[in-house]
């Protein structure tokens, strides 16, 4: 098991949903119902799915950024819902996190030699001087040129933006690494940089990622492996090779039959999905899916479905497999 980074346990995260004059609890929005995986040591998970889906919710979860509900997220053996606030500081030098909007998530204040190496000052690793010169070497490394060290996060591309947060997120030598959409608001062009620098820099530091996105093609070209979610679920987890080329949840086929194919005399069936995702303060009985899933049955509607191993690692949800 010294492999392992991180082993998720039955996940949950749930949103309390207030009401009445005195707002007391009436329900809540379950974004995260039960989800478990394992993370090895230099390893890429991929996470796709719908918006909705919980997958964003499940990152931020994980790292604790929202406080857990319920379950175990295990990270080098140790329970990240029982650290208190002082050992969860110092475990967060180990975890790190890139968000979805390189705008929003930059202090517009701070230059971006503040912005890299802020950690590095706030935790007390180093003094001021070899704070710039490590900010300086990891923004060389993420193809920021040093001398942009004093300019301020308005004076750069969307791309460069993305460039600092990675920067940010590797100063300090992580294990682990989130990455939330971290190219859904670029250009492709800029996309394949960005996706190239975080495979490049995997393979010099050693460091394990999740990387959660709905883009199946840019899972695709950098995971080892995929997870499926639905509703605050895991669906379909494999490695990326099996999903891809034997999906066998509805679901995750619905998902593969939206991917556009580069050959104009290949066609490949489209699976249209009806209705909408449902509510998570309100899902269905029974499997959450067979509202919109063209081949449920009644047990569908009663029972919900074992995430269970079919062999193989390949994990699946799903009555009908």
């Not at 495979?199 to 950098?222: A, M, T």
């Amino acid at each position: 098991m010294d492999d392992i980074i991180l082993d998720v346990q039955n996940l949950k995260k749930y949103f309390p949903i207030r009401g009445g004059v005195f707002q007391h609890t009436v329900g809540y929005v379950k974004a995260v119902d039960g989800i478990s995986f394992q993370l090895k040591r230099g390893e890429t998970l991929g996470i796709v799915g719908e918006s909705g889906c919980g997958k964003s919710t499940a990152g931020r979860t994980i790292l604790r950024l929202h406080e857990i509900t319920g379950g175990k997220v295990l990270f080098n053996g140790k329970d990240i819902a029982k650290l208190s606030k002082k050992e969860l500081r110092k475990k967060r030098l180990e975890m790190q996190m890139v968000f979805q909007d390189p705008y929003s998530s930059l202090n517009p204040r701070m230059t971006v030699g503040q912005i890299i190496g802020e950690a590095l000052i706030d935790h007390k690793l180093m003094d001021k001087n070899q704070a710039k010169e490590k900010v300086e070497e990891i923004m060389e490394v993420c193809g920021l040129p040093s001398y942009y060290i004093n300019r301020y996060p308005h004076e750069f591309s969307g791309g460069q933006r993305q460039r600092i947060g990675i920067a940010r997120a590797l100063v300090l030598d992580p294990q682990f690494v989130i990455c939330d959409e971290p190219v859904s608001a670029l250009d492709v062009s800029i996309q394949s940089q960005i996706i190239n620098l975080l495979g490049d820099l995997q393979k010099e530091r050693n460091f394990s990622y999740i990387f959660i996105s709905h883009d199946l093609s840019v899972v695709e070209y950098i995971s080892n492996r995929v997870a499926v979610m639905y509703l605050g679920n895991i669906v379909e987890l494999a490695d990326k090779n099996e999903i891809f080329d034997n999906p066998l949840h509805p679901y995750t086929k619905a998902l593969m039959s939206a991917i556009p194919v580069p050959d104009p005399t290949r066609k490949r069936e489209r699976i249209i999905l009806s209705g909408d995702l449902p509510s998570p303060s309100n899902p269905p009985s029974g499997c959450k899916f067979r509202t919109r899933c063209p081949m449920a049955c009644d047990k569908c509607a009663k029972e919900a479905p074992e995430y269970r191993d079919i062999g193989g690692g390949h994990f699946v949800a799903c009555h009908l497999v």
